[in-house]
């Protein structure tokens, strides 16, 4: 299967955890300098907080896209948490920090939360029934 | 403090919260997780057999297919045979009819 094939097999899943690992590259090397949401909200020591949300950001990204295409939920679900917290943190700085100016980032990246913190709930419920489910069966 | 320092906090917590809700699901949940993933094998498995099936099935179907279409093939080549067994014979015939006509043609004169 070409790329394309995997790429078609779960496209949204693969690019919310690419953008997280681009975002959180960048946020990791340039710093606060990636959003003015965040220089804002975070005064005096937002440079150090986007290097480390920055580095969340990514390794969240990187291990959900690795579970992803290894089809393994138990490395999957942590990355996607990570990237949650990224998403849920950008988010809120975004909007704290540029007011009406930062709706249109912290609209995405809000939805992305709900929709990431949706997915891994998901994701953990049928992990619990199927558990529960082996208990009585075994 | 007032409400921007509020929510900076809030996100703050946000993500310290999903760090320690990553670290539930590798910690806590790592065996219920491992045992869907076991089950998604497994379904991934019964998709898979259920392919082979289908695909033997159309295999069984299109040899049944070509041995029909063999047959056929058969059957015409008999007839193609026997048409040009009369053709041969009607062709025959002719040049006879002609040798004759040309015979009568010539003693007639």
Same mark, same amino acid.
């Given at each position: ?23 959180? /590259? ?21 440079? $150090? ?9 990514? $390794? ?8 992803? +295409?290894?089809?393994?939920? $138990?490395?999957? $679900?942590?990355?996607? +948490?990570?990237?949650?917290?990224? +998403? /849920? ?32 709930? /998901? ?16 | ?19 320690? !809700? ?13 045992? @869907? ?12 057999? !259920? ?31 026997? @048409? ?9 015939? @002719? ?15």
């Amino acid at each position: 299967m070409g790329w394309r094939g995997l790429l078609s097999w779960n496209p949204f899943g693969t690019m919310i955890a690419v953008a997280a690992i681009v975002l959180g /590259a960048l946020g990791m090397i340039i710093g606060d300098g990636v959003s003015q949401g965040m220089t804002n909200s975070l005064a005096g020591h937002a440079n $150090v907080i986007a290097h480390l949300w920055g580095a969340m950001f990514a $390794v969240g990204g990187l291990v959900n896209l690795y579970g992803l +295409y290894a089809r393994r939920l $138990v490395i999957e $679900v942590p990355g996607l +948490y990570l990237i949650t917290g990224g +998403y /849920a943190f950008y988010c809120l700085t975004v909007i704290t920090g540029l007011q009406t100016q930062g709706l249109a980032a912290g609209t995405i990246s809000g939805a992305l939360t709900i929709g990431c913190v949706l997915k891994a709930h /998901a994701i953990m419920n049928r992990a619990r029934h199927v558990a529960q489910e082996g208990g009585e069966a075994a | 403090m007032n409400t921007a320092d509020i929510i900076v906090s809030i996100a703050q917590v946000a993500a310290g919260g999903t760090i320690v !809700q990553a670290m539930v699901a590798v910690f806590r949940r790592r065996s219920e997780l491992r045992q @869907l993933d076991r089950q998604s094998d497994s379904v991934a498995v019964d998709t898979a057999d !259920q392919v082979v099936t289908m695909l033997r099935r159309e295999l069984m179907e299109s040899r049944e297919e070509l041995a029909d279409v063999k047959q056929d093939r058969a059957n015409l080549q008999r007839q193609v045979g026997t @048409l040009s067994e009369h053709v041969s014979k009607v062709s025959a015939d @002719l040049a006879v009819a002609r040798a004759d006509l040309d015979r009568f043609r010539s003693s007639s004169t």
